[in-house]
């Protein structure tokens, strides 16, 4: 069997098994990501929606113009569609030009690798494939993204609840089938981040061709300190709806304000998303 990429969280927990169809190295979970303490449920969830991963990084002098798409895209789809913009590779290396500013994750390295980015910007979109390969390029995602809101099967609803309590984020998740699921499911939680302004490289005419925007502003900046492919369920039928609680520790260069929290369930057979939700702190 193939093994499911993934990545070491914390050094004490448990390990995942593999499963077919997709790459993983061992999981080590973090135990601390689960807590008692919960958040009341603000954002429920009726429909399918989509997660869009932008994968992008400062120096890459064409993916001005893909954030650009994505936010007329988020305008168009409203809240069927989740972007999380994945800061990887080399064109995401900090240096001396863009002030040292590092938007680096260990697990978006993982799956900039695992996933086979070699050229920027593109995207995966909910993690289907696209032909051989699970890249989307710019110009793909706008009719993949109202495919898969046509076509995709509504599973689940995600339901969840926010807060900050200390130094931490309390997620409240609830997990509602809304058709009966035969198969295992991982949770994802991570935090996002917009209004971060920084120095991004340019080949866009839109902002003059200037070739070094000084004040770019980042949107959907994936985070450090996600809770990556925490177990949900083996099988989850209609009506029996699952509900945990997680502590995601808070870095002190967040902006809580510009931030929030997207949590996606993948499909552990195919890796494929089969439900995501976001909700602002």
């Known amino acids: ?7 070491v969280l914390a050094v004490s927990a448990m ?10 190295d061992e999981y080590v979970v973090k135990l601390e990501g689960y807590t008692t303490e919960s958040a009341p449920i603000t954002k429920t969830q009726t429909k399918q929606a989509v997660l869009l991963e ?5 120096m890459c002098v064409n993916c001005p113009s893909a954030a650009a798409l994505l936010e007329t895209m988020m305008t168009t789809y409203g809240e069927d569609l989740v972007a999380m913009s994945v800061h990887a590779g080399s064109f995401a290396n900090p240096s ?18 695992e996933f086979g980015f070699s050229a920027y910007p593109a995207g995966l979109i909910n993690r289907t494939y696209n032909g051989s390969s699970r890249i989307f390029q710019k110009d793909e995602w706008n009719s993949a ?17 926010a807060k900050i309590s200390g130094k931490k984020i309390i997620v409240s998740a609830q997990y509602a ?16 981040e917009s209004g971060i302004h920084g120095v991004q490289f340019n080949s866009d005419p839109t902002y003059g061709s200037v070739p070094k925007i000084e004040d770019y ?3 959907h900046v994936l985070r450090p300190n996600g809770l990556i492919a925490l177990p949900l369920a083996e099988t989850m039928a209609t009506g029996t709806n699952v509900e945990n609680n997680y502590a995601i520790n808070i870095d002190d260069a967040w902006v809580l304000g510009n931030c929030a929290v997207v ?9 494929e998303v089969v439900q995501v939700n976001e909700i602002e702190l």
């Open 1 to 7: 069997m193939k093994k499911i990429f993934g990545l």
């Open 15 to 24: 390990l995942f098994a593999s499963c077919d169809n997709f790459e993983e």
């Open 54 to 58: 932008d994968y992008t990084g400062w």
């Open 96 to 113: 001396a030009a863009n002030n040292n500013l590092d938007f680096r994750t260990t697990y978006g390295t993982q799956w900039n690798s």
């Open 145 to 161: 993204v109202a495919s898969l809101l046509s076509s995709q099967t509504h599973y689940m609803n995600i339901n969840l609840g």
């Open 177 to 192: 089938p809304v058709t009966n699921m035969d198969f295992p499911t991982y949770a994802n939680i991570v935090v996002i």
């Open 217 to 219: 502003v980042f949107n």
């Open 263 to 271: 949590v996606f369930v993948t499909n552990a057979n195919t890796g």
